[in-house]
């Protein structure tokens, strides 16, 4: 059966040109339709209308998949290849990044909403950083050897899994498509990946210049399909010996499950949080307010580190909500390929539905004042006002459970100690921030914070060569600088 194509032409402000790429499941090299021969539409959250059809992967679709990595891992990857060729075809791979970087951002635009812009200059640019970087590892992995007496040899080698499953999300496509297969195969692995069934237009195309960049057949596998089908089987599938997954807590929960059920796979998880942003009586105001509106507005929310929880000293409080809403106010919702746009659209009807007719509702009926926005935005598509909060109580469930659209909560606090046991009294654990022109305060501020990444003096900062991830319920492992060689 013949496989999807998708071919579009793009007419903005800030990209035209034509793009046509298959969009089957890709397996050992290969485009074709899936075992069912069904198909998912692909719906423009911008508008509410579909944009394409693409092939739904499905469970028999991933048996395949296994066994063409299995396949390449024996034959012609992992301890077959070199490091040094192994970073070659990374490096290769980053240069088809860059070369289609306009083509890339105007796809995550489409299916995801973000502005092209940002799209271009963080989530493009970052992935072409995350693979370069890994790409410098590849020819550096290696053992040591143990001294015990003159007669005996012990050494370690660090060797790869070998198929590994990786399940990623909808708010960073392209992003989390190097996040994942940088690390994975700069190590020797082999992959099926499983993007987003909202966002899958990016991934699809990055099929196309892993072929060109000369990786051989079988190394990566895409399969998009539904969470309960194609996730599923590759959580459980005992040919698979490491899923990594990056999404909701209650998702994670279900992986690890499968996971511990099946062949114990290793697994890292990268969840869930309700980052805390602390901004002290003597932060710089000025810093402190355009950090926090990027903190919390940016990718329209919809992200897993967002800076939702910003609790202000009493002394600036009424101060910092003032300029705080003025800065909210100044941002542009508007057409993702518009030049002056901020904040594009919500990925989906369901993740318009549950910022909207959930929390904020939620918010309302528990009694928090809505201070701004709090209601939808335009007639067609998932747009959502910036939204802030203010009155709250910490047991309101916009104080606790993670929002994931543009909606802050702003919390007045008096003394330092009741800040940190505010911040820390949440389930999650994934990040945080605190604002302070006193660096040495800042640094010890940050110190007690319970997140596996705590900022002084800025949010959302991250490198290639940090590592990234999460304590309590937002996650298992880290993801990015040399700690992500050892899952």
């Not at 490096?91 to 092209?116: C, I, M, P, R, Y």
């Not at 498509?177 to 991934?203: D, H, M, Q, R």
């Not at 990786?215 to 996730?231: H, I, L, M, Q, S």
């Not at 990594?244 to 279900?254: H, I």
């Amino acid at each position: 059966m013949s496989t999807t194509t998708f071919t579009y032409q793009f007419e903005s402000q800030t990209f035209t040109g034509n793009v046509s790429f298959p969009t089957g499941v890709f397996i050992d090299g290969k485009f074709s339709a899936g075992s069912k021969g069904t198909t998912i539409d692909v719906i423009n959250p911008s508008t509410g209308k579909v944009v394409t059809s693409i092939a739904e992967g499905t469970p028999d679709d991933v048996n395949r998949a296994v066994k063409a990595a299995k396949r390449a891992f024996d034959e012609s990857w992992g301890l077959k290849v070199p490091g040094s060729q192994r970073g070659k075809l990374l490096n290769k791979l980053a240069d088809l990044f860059e070369q289609h970087s306009d083509e890339l951002a105007a796809l995550e635009a489409l299916d995801n909403g973000k502005t092209f812009n940002w799209a271009k200059a963080a989530d493009v640019a970052a992935s072409i950083g995350v693979l370069r970087y890994y790409a410098g590892w590849a020819d550096k992995i290696h053992g040591q050897v143990i001294e015990t007496h003159e007669d005996n040899l012990a050494y370690t080698r660090h060797e790869p899994f070998g198929v590994v499953g990786q399940i990623i999300p909808w708010n960073f496509p392209v992003m989390m498509v190097s996040w994942k297969l940088g690390p994975a195969l700069a190590t020797g692995n082999t992959v099926i990946l499983k993007p987003s069934e909202f966002t899958p237009l990016s991934a699809l195309r990055v099929c196309s210049l892993i072929n060109e960049a000369g990786f051989p057949p079988g190394v990566v596998n895409v399969v998009v399909g539904y969470g309960n089908t194609v996730g599923q089987a590759i959580s459980e599938h005992l040919g698979i010996d490491k899923v990594a997954f990056t999404g909701s807590t209650l998702v994670g929960r279900k992986i690890m499950e499968a996971a511990a059920k099946s062949n114990l796979k290793n697994v890292t998880l990268e969840l869930g949080g309700k980052s805390p942003n602390i901004v002290l009586n003597d932060a710089d105001l000025d810093l402190a307010i355009n950090w926090s509106v990027h903190g919390i507005f940016w990718n329209h929310g919809q992200t897993c580190c967002a800076g939702s929880r910003i609790y202000v000293q009493s002394g600036i409080y009424d101060e910092f909500l003032r300029r705080f809403t003025e800065k909210a106010k100044s941002l542009k919702l508007g057409d993702p390929f518009a030049k002056d746009s901020y904040q594009g659209p919500q990925v989906s009807q369901i993740q318009f539905d549950v910022p909207h007719h959930g929390l904020v509702d939620a918010g309302k009926k528990e009694g928090a004042t809505v201070h701004l926005g709090g209601e939808r935005h335009g007639n067609e598509g998932y747009w959502i006002q910036p939204t802030i909060f203010t009155d709250t109580k910490p047991d309101m469930r916009i104080v606790q459970e993670e929002i994931f659209g543009p909606v802050a909560v702003v919390i007045k606090f008096e003394d330092e100690e009741d800040a940190l046991r505010q911040a820390n009294d949440t389930l999650y654990g994934l990040a945080a921030a605190v604002f302070t022109t006193n660096l040495t305060k800042g640094i010890q501020f940050a110190h007690k914070l319970q997140a596996g990444t705590a900022w002084v003096n800025c949010v959302n900062s991250l490198q290639p060569n940090v590592p990234f991830g999460g304590y309590k319920q937002s996650g298992v492992g880290r993801e990015l600088g040399e700690y992500a060689l050892q899952k």
